[in-house]
């Protein structure tokens, strides 16, 4: 069966400091590959999505970037964090060509 | 451009009573719609997905959602609470007709089961 492994699960970071979020996926091949941030408020925004290896569409400008270095791994990073970075990150995948998500636990990231 | 209105960000029912979560979507295409449901600092599991074969759709945990075009809803409905019910929920439309994930997210409704 597969499974989704985000980590870490918490994590607290200082104004400026860099980010890495990591997400595999295990049980399949070529999936689809999603980042959503969840916002106090503000529901689920899709941050980052891809379709294979190297291939990260972006959805919303911000400071925040994603990487696809191997098929089931996908990396959400930054060079320097924001306040306004703080949230509730999630991933997810699904399968090529189909709508349904399936996602990992998420990672809270408060910035101080 | 599609978009979604979850009416009412906190939801508070007796346990046994009915369960109604409103949902408006708008969409320039046939809509792919979903509700999805998420327990406290978890991620989001799948509750149920319109995709045009039946206009109501039943899904996991006793939950059913009714698409009515006419009046663009998706309202999602349990007729009897139960206290693991307990959690937010979230619609959610389909950017581009339904072939990617990429989703978006009504702001989610909190309901609360009291005893």
């Known amino acids: 069966s597969q499974t989704i492994h985000q980590w870490p699960a918490t994590l607290v970071q200082p104004v400026g400091s860099p980010l890495s979020l990591e997400c595999t996926v295990e049980?399949?091949?070529?999936?689809?590959l999603y980042w959503y941030r969840q916002a106090a408020g503000r529901g689920l925004q899709l941050l980052f999505y891809?379709?294979?290896?190297?291939?990260i569409s972006s959805e919303v400008p911000q400071n925040l970037s994603a990487s696809r270095p191997q098929d089931r791994q996908f990396i959400l990073s930054s060079k320097k964090l924001l306040l306004s970075d703080s949230g509730f990150y999630l991933c997810?995948?699904?399968?090529?060509?189909?709508?349904?998500?399936?996602f990992g636990a998420g990672s809270r990231l408060t910035v101080l | 451009a599609q978009s979604v209105t979850q009416l009412g960000s906190h939801v508070s029912v007796s346990e046994g009573a009915l369960v109604l979560l409103r949902c408006n979507y708008s969409?320039?295409?046939?809509?792919?719609l979903f509700w999805y449901v998420q327990y406290p600092n978890q991620g989001l599991q799948l509750l149920l997905k319109?995709?045009?074969?039946?206009?109501l759709v039943k899904g996991i945990n006793g939950f059913e959602a009714e698409f009515k075009k006419s009046e663009t809803s998706f309202h999602l409905t349990k007729p009897s609470a139960h206290m693991s019910d307990a959690a937010e929920y979230f619609c959610?439309?389909?950017?581009?007709?339904?072939?990617?994930?990429?989703?978006?997210f009504g702001k989610g409704t909190k309901l609360s089961v009291k005893p």
């Open positions: 049980g399949t091949s070529n999936p689809n």
């Open positions: 969409s320039s295409v046939p809509p792919y």
């Open positions: 997810a995948w699904s399968v090529r060509g189909a709508n349904v998500l399936t």
């Open positions: 959610a439309v389909s950017v581009d007709g339904g072939s990617q994930g990429n989703l978006i």
């Open positions: 319109y995709t045009s074969a039946a206009t």
């Open positions: 891809s379709v294979g290896i190297g291939q």
